[in-house]
């Protein structure tokens, strides 16, 4: 028996579970469905959107396991077992994220189509920097990276996949330095509550 070939107007139906924002969809989908799509149009959460369709723009940017992704590049079937983060499950509750709120602070959007993606690859960001990981521009990968040797260049650099048409780029940076100089004042201070005790 040979194998059956697929006519292109025939389509591979697959069974997935995908976690999405701490909650748990079981689907039954076409196998070539992006995880963009999924989101937009099976579980109906827009606020990941659809720019150029082809990786190049960063607007379907979601956060997978910790790691920022194209969800426009991923198949929704190859998420199964991961959790999944959209714009619309990083608040909690109507608690904006520190991100959310420093690019409300900075004003750092314009007409909003990107800003989804730009936030959720900022917090991704913020997170590399944290954990000491260098960027392309770091000028000595040797040494460890941190929030107050990061300079503009490498917080565009780790923000580069993310385009913005109307040019908001100086008050993404401004948000992103933002965060990270609140969590360096964050942690100095329990740092001096921890030598007193």
Same mark, same amino acid.
């Given at each position: 028996? !040979?194998?059956?070939?697929?006519?292109g107007?025939?389509?591979?139906?697959?069974?997935?579970s995908?976690?999405?924002?701490?909650?748990t969809h079981e689907?039954?989908?076409? !196998?070539?469905?992006t995880?963009?799509?999924?989101?937009?149009?099976?579980?109906?959460?827009?606020?990941?959107?659809?720019?150029?369709d082809?990786g190049?723009?960063?607007?379907c940017?979601?956060?997978i396991?910790?790691?920022?992704?194209l969800?426009?590049?991923?198949?929704?079937a190859?998420?199964?077992?991961?959790?999944v983060?959209t714009?619309?499950?990083?608040a909690?509750?109507?608690?904006?994220?520190?991100?959310?709120?420093?690019?409300?602070?900075c004003?750092?959007?314009?007409?909003?189509?990107?800003?989804?993606?730009?936030?959720?690859?900022?917090?991704?960001?913020?997170?590399?920097?944290h954990?000491?990981?260098? !960027?392309?521009?770091?000028p000595?990968v040797r040494?460890?990276?941190?929030?107050?040797?990061?300079?503009?260049?490498e917080?565009?650099e780790?923000? !580069?996949?993310?385009?913005?048409?109307?040019?908001?780029?100086?008050?993404?940076?401004?948000?992103?330095?933002?965060l990270?100089?609140?969590a360096e004042?964050?942690?100095?201070?329990?740092?001096?509550n921890?030598?007193?005790s």
């Amino acid at each position: 028996m !040979s194998p059956r070939v697929l006519t292109g107007r025939e389509t591979v139906g697959v069974r997935t579970s995908l976690r999405v924002n701490d909650t748990t969809h079981e689907l039954s989908v076409d !196998s070539r469905l992006t995880l963009l799509d999924a989101l937009r149009d099976v579980l109906g959460l827009t606020g990941t959107k659809k720019g150029c369709d082809q990786g190049a723009c960063g607007a379907c940017t979601v956060i997978i396991d910790g790691q920022r992704v194209l969800s426009c590049l991923t198949l929704a079937a190859a998420c199964e077992g991961q959790h999944v983060v959209t714009i619309e499950g990083l608040a909690t509750g109507d608690v904006l994220h520190p991100m959310q709120a420093a690019f409300l602070h900075c004003d750092g959007f314009q007409c909003g189509y990107c800003t989804p993606g730009q936030i959720l690859s900022a917090v991704c960001a913020v997170q590399e920097v944290h954990a000491g990981v260098p !960027s392309h521009v770091t000028p000595d990968v040797r040494q460890t990276v941190n929030s107050t040797t990061l300079t503009d260049e490498e917080i565009r650099e780790r923000m !580069s996949v993310n385009l913005c048409r109307c040019a908001a780029y100086p008050n993404i940076v401004a948000a992103v330095r933002q965060l990270l100089a609140a969590a360096e004042a964050q942690s100095a201070k329990a740092d001096a509550n921890e030598v007193r005790s």
